[in-house]
């Protein structure tokens, strides 16, 4: 899908994004997809293609680094590996972008609001990966905005689907046993954004779940890594390596688990955004945030897909569309 931009400030940056369309009526849920770390905004398109059937309308965004959405300077980076307040800082300023696009984007398309009976209209956010901590930072800055736009959000906001969310992109403990191409020092350095591909496409096959026992390096054969199945074409279009940001998620740890904490737990929030829908949770994130609802006696909606991938809305669209749906 062709990519557009939307300005999110007043200094001229913009996200670029791609966006499915109006369905066809004046009650659709429009669903606003960020995407994770190494793939693009186009890992939606088979979603996107699938969403009119289901009354849904998906905007995908491209984080800033990505295809088309303003570059973040050098000094703009900095605060990553600086203060606790500056990485913070940094975090919040990536929610309150995302908060003004779909906040510009309901009324530059006036989109239709929470019907009545709740079963129709409004928006949703969906962070999948890494992408689910930049969602949980705008619904964190809500309160930031100005009372017209905390309205329209008041009005329009069903729901936060994060989908497979790892657990440093909410600053969540991480296994003793935890391993990744990027960690294996035995892998040279330049290998890694290839072997990190191939493998996060992967299929595993786990032990018995409700004991919380989980395979997490060595792929399956009971099904091919969904890049195997991409065409070159595919490939091309939505793996983008060239972002480096992992060390800096691994720096914001911390400032990641309180926006987790505010996103999902805060009364004050709820206040704003009062429905809460999540599903298909990475394994080692999804135990740590159950433990974490209950705790916190939280509203969190916990949906497992039995036999997903990391790619599920890519290789199982039709499913994923139809999940989203029933999530809202």
């Known amino acids: 899908m062709q990519l557009q931009t939307l300005p999110v400030d007043a200094d001229g940056t913009v996200l670029a ?14 669903i606003f997809a960020v995407h994770g770390m190494g793939w693009n905004s186009h890992i939606f398109k088979r979603v996107q293609t699938l969403s ?5 309308r998906i905007v995908a965004i491209n984080r800033r680094q990505y295809e088309a959405s303003t570059l973040l300077s050098f000094k703009a980076m900095i605060p990553i590996t600086g203060s606790d307040d500056e990485k913070a800082h940094f975090i919040n300023c990536r929610g309150v972008e995302l908060a003004n696009f779909i906040d510009t984007f309901i009324q530059n398309n006036q989109l239709p609001p929470i019907s009545d009976d709740a079963k129709t209209g409004g928006v949703a956010l969906l962070g999948w990966s890494a992408g689910t901590l930049i969602t949980a930072a705008a619904i964190v800055n809500l309160d930031t ?21 790892p657990s440093i992109s909410f600053g969540l403990p991480l296994p003793a046993t935890n391993w990744s191409p990027h960690m294996d020092t035995t892998i040279p350095a330049e290998k890694h ?26 792929p399956s054969a009971f099904r091919r890594p969904t890049i195997y199945d991409m065409t070159a074409e595919e490939i091309t279009e939505v793996v983008d390596q060239e972002p480096v940001e992992l060390p800096g998620m691994f720096m914001s740890m911390a400032q990641a688990n309180a926006v987790y904490r505010k996103a999902c737990y805060s009364a004050d929030i709820k206040s704003l955004a009062p429905s809460d829908a999540t599903c298909s949770y990475s394994l080692a994130a999804l135990w740590s945030i159950q433990d974490d609802n209950k705790a916190e006696s939280g509203n969190i909606k916990f949906v497992v897909i039995p036999g997903a991938n990391h790619f599920w809305h890519w290789d199982d669209a039709g499913k994923a569309v139809e999940t989203y749906a029933e999530s809202l």
Request: aromatic residues 12%; proline residues 3%.
């Open 145 to 165: 905005l100005s009372e017209a736009s905390k309205k329209r959000f008041k009005s329009h906001l069903r729901g936060h689907i994060m989908q497979e969310p």
């Open 193 to 218: 954004a290839a072997m990190f591909t191939t493998w996060i496409t992967s299929y595993f096959d786990h032990g018995d779940l409700s004991t919380r026992d989980m395979n997490y390096i060595v």
């Open 17 to 30: 994004f791609s966006d499915s369309r109006n369905p066809g009526n004046n009650n659709y849920i429009t």
């Open 52 to 56: 009119a059937a289901k009354n849904i």
